[in-house]
């Protein structure tokens, strides 16, 4: 493996990141897992254990240990990116990171390479320093198409070795701690029916009229889903976003189907919503045994709820001077938090610039998220 230069500066080590196109889908992130590793082992730490973690063809995530000592700090991030569809449309190259007007452009600059690569400056700056806390970082893969690299992760049992008192995700958040988001669910519902002639809808049975029904008796459902009020997230919300069915227009439609789109918080979460969701079409089954439908779950993220008075949010309120709020979209963090390890998200870069064209990250909240991680890690772990 090529040695990866340690002399390349905070700006020059997010370009060097930015550079490798790891686009999900289709991912490809194992070149940049590799580098990744490359450079965490070059730092020599005392107690180092990397490992890049294959779990499909050129999918690799990396986990990295440093010392051996008690629970410590996780630095953790995605190194997967969205893809650029149309780069023409760019005002520079999308994977030539490019600086101007105190900004860093580049496909990931925001979401979230400029982070990674201030997490493995900070990280660097344990080098020749003994850890009396452990140290780790999690990148992942395909964080943007469902957290399938997490998922492997966690179902081979990999990250049991890691243990941490705070937890760190470095998605953009402009430098504020956050510390919950509501989670959500995509699900699908499948309307059974029957096809038939539509001179005599009595020889088929009609998906489309059952949909409607599934809609009008899930009202009370989701009423009693938004029920219970989160003081920082608000209510779980259920919301029907697209339907299909039907083939022609003088047939009895023997398909339909119905997506929802949920956003969760943890005292109603995904289970709560998919046993409302059997309840009604049970509830319709009984009253005619016509009626079928199946749900199936197409997309799940757990919500994230930090307690305020936790150490991981008091010390990153502290070393930032802000304090700390929600976030209106859903990362890894709360899969950290339920492994043991209370993490917030903080990390430079906005996410109104993250998955867009031109995306960027300020210069000054990438250097400052250099200087945050590298204080948490002094505070934490040396
Ligand atoms: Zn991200």
């Known amino acids: 493996m090529p040695s990866v230069s340690l002399s390349v500066d905070l700006l020059g080590l997010a370009s060097l990141l930015i ?20 450079y965490l082992s070059d730092l020599h730490i005392d107690g180092a254990d990397i490992e ?27 190194i997967d990116v969205v893809p650029v569809k149309d780069a023409s449309a760019w005002s520079s190259p999308p994977y030539e990171a490019n ?34 806390r452990s140290l780790s970082l999690v990148a992942t893969a395909g964080e943007e198409v469902g957290f399938d690299g997490l998922d492997a992760l966690v179902r081979e049992g990999r990250l049991k070795r890691i243990k941490a008192r705070c937890g760190v995700v ?47 008796a899930l009202g009370p459902a989701r009423r009693r889903l938004s029920a ?3 003081p920082d997230l608000g209510r779980t919300i259920v919301t029907p976003t697209m339907i299909s069915g039907g083939t022609k227009s003088n047939v009895i439609p023997g398909a339909c189907e119905l997506t ?7 005292a109603v979460g995904s289970k709560a919503v998919l046993k409302e969701l059997d309840t009604v079409i049970l509830a319709l089954s009984r009253k005619d045994r016509s009626f079928k439908a199946k749900v199936q ?86």
Do not use: W
């Open 297 to 382: 779950v197409l997309y799940e993220t757990p919500a994230l709820s930090v307690p305020r008075d936790a150490e991981v949010v008091r010390l990153s309120e502290s070393l930032t001077g802000s304090t700390s709020g929600v976030a209106p979209y859903g990362t890894e963090a709360p899969v950290y938090c339920g492994l043991g390890t209370p993490t917030v998200v903080l990390g430079p870069g906005s996410v109104r610039q993250a998955h867009i064209v031109d995306e960027y990250a300020q210069v000054r909240q990438i250097k400052s998220a250099e200087r945050v991680y590298r204080r948490m890690i002094e505070t934490v772990c040396l």
């Open 99 to 132: 600086i101007r007007g105190g900004r860093m452009y580049g496909r990931g600059s925001a979401d979230m390479k400029s982070g990674l690569a201030a997490m493995l400056a900070a990280i660097s700056s344990a080098k020749g320093r003994k850890l009396k």
């Open 260 to 266: 929802l789109d949920s956003r969760l918080i943890p």
């Open 19 to 38: 550079a490798f196109n790891t686009e999900a889908p289709p991912g490809n992130e194992g070149p940049c897992a590799r580098f990744v590793a490359n």
């Open 170 to 216: 470095g998605e953009p958040a402009e430098m504020k701690v956050v510390r919950a988001h509501r989670g959500g669910l995509t699900c699908q519902v499948a309307f059974e029916g029957r096809s038939a002639h539509a001179g005599d809808p009595s020889l088929g049975v009609n998906s489309i009229e059952n949909c409607g029904r599934f809609l009008t």
């Open 52 to 78: 890049v973690h294959s779990f499909a063809r050129d999918r690799s995530n990396v986990v990295a240990t440093f010392g051996s000592g008690a629970p410590g700090l996780l630095l953790a991030g995605h």
């Open 228 to 230: 219970t009020r989160d």
